[in-house]
């Protein structure tokens, strides 16, 4: 426990005093943003606020992991270092983020609001996705425990439902499919949350800290420990480490969301979605929770399902649109509901499907105790 308050005091400090001096750089290079022209018109007075501050996030989370793992050594040289599954997340994370990168100056070197392509972003993305899907199943511990399975997991891993049920290699092969499925499903749902705000980096925030919570309870009820009550034990790789982790993305995010909030000084732009985004996934994967992500991440799936409705809608109908426009929050928009008041309000509902998601998590426990 003293790990995780040290590592988010490192984070919390780290992205309130940096971010606005990476402000300050971005506005000295004139790295701004760029906004839709087909966007609601409200949106046009942030055109130039710096973007990419999803970078600063991550830098955060990268240094405040390391610097706590080494206070810990200095403090006990017997400590456990940095964990297979906390590093494949962090990887995760910064490739996701470099794809994001990429899209964000492609769009200030070019003067537009369009980076990089469909299909350019869906294999760069695919390609960090299958090496950290591939890399998870590898990695045991001295229980034999790898970063990921095999086994499909809402709370924990479902038995019956084991994609190598043909064998090994079928078993692989199907992972990466789904692995990939759950990281392009989650940074494309908080890439599309992005559009105010605020908006998902709040969301994401009560996100890390459910996963914290987690990781927290896995620990202490994993299969062997001497504190384990009952039936329902956990068999989660590295779950302090990883909770460890989700504090210090809660807590950088807590001190960027200080600057991202209304009126926004930077946004994180597709640096910082996709790279959250695919922690998010990472987290679901490795903590064997990924069908739960479902609930957790409502307000990203909730967002996702308006413009798959939206598109639909419209080629069915020839023309017709579903929402006045969509993402589901530009709709509330254009309905004349003011910028905070979406957000806040949205911040609510996500703040409603993590309690969902934990009690869950929880019920499931009780029942098997």
């Known amino acids: 426990m ?37 966007g609601p018109t409200s949106h046009h007075t942030k055109r130039g606020t710096p973007t990419m501050g999803g970078a600063i996030v991550v830098g955060s989370v990268l240094a405040s992991y390391g610097l706590t793992h080494l206070i810990m050594w200095l403090l006990n040289p017997r ?33 537009r609001s369009l980076g990089l392509n469909a299909k350019a972003k869906l294999i760069l993305q695919a390609a960090v996705g299958i090496i950290f899907a591939v890399l998870a199943l590898y990695f045991p511990d001295s229980d034999g425990l790898t970063p990921a399975s095999t086994k499909v997991s809402l709370v924990r891993d479902i038995p019956w439902l084991d994609l190598a049920f043909g064998g090994s290699v079928l078993g692989a092969i199907l992972f990466v499919l789904w692995s990939n499925l759950i990281v392009t499903a989650a940074t494309n749902g908080v890439n599309l949350t992005d559009g105010l705000d605020g908006l ?10 459910a996963y914290t919570l987690m990781g927290i309870w896995q620990s202490n009820q994993a299969c062997g420990s001497p504190r384990q009550a009952g039936s329902g034990c956990y068999s989660v790789r590295d779950p302090l480490d990883l909770a460890l982790l989700a504090a210090i993305m809660s807590a950088a995010l807590v001190g960027f969301l200080w600057w991202n909030t209304s009126p926004a000084k930077i946004f994180m732009g597709d640096t910082g979605s996709l790279a959250i985004g695919g922690a998010i996934a990472g987290f679901a994967i490795l903590s064997r929770t990924e069908l739960l992500l479902a609930f957790i991440g409502g307000l990203f799936v909730l967002i996702t399902l308006s413009v798959i409705i939206q598109v639909g809608y419209f080629k069915i109908t020839k023309g017709k649109r579903f929402f006045k426009m969509a993402p589901l929050q530009h709709h509330f928009e254009l309905k004349g509901w003011a910028e905070v008041t979406v957000v806040v309000r949205f911040w609510i509902l996500a703040g409603l499907f993590v309690a969902a998601g934990l009690g869950i998590f929880y019920a499931e426990w009780v029942v098997l105790l």
């Open 2 to 38: 003293i790990a995780l308050l040290i590592g988010a005091g490192l984070a919390l400090l780290m992205a309130l005093v940096g971010t606005p001096l990476f402000i300050r750089l971005l506005v000295r290079k004139g790295y701004g943003q760029f906004i839709r022209d087909d």
């Open 200 to 209: 998902a980096a709040g969301a994401a925030v009560m996100v890390f800290g």
């Open 79 to 111: 400590s456990a270092g940095p964990s297979a599954s906390a590093l494949l997340l962090l990887f995760l994370m910064v490739g996701m983020g470099l794809v994001g990168f990429l899209d964000d100056f492609i769009k200030i070197s070019r003067q």
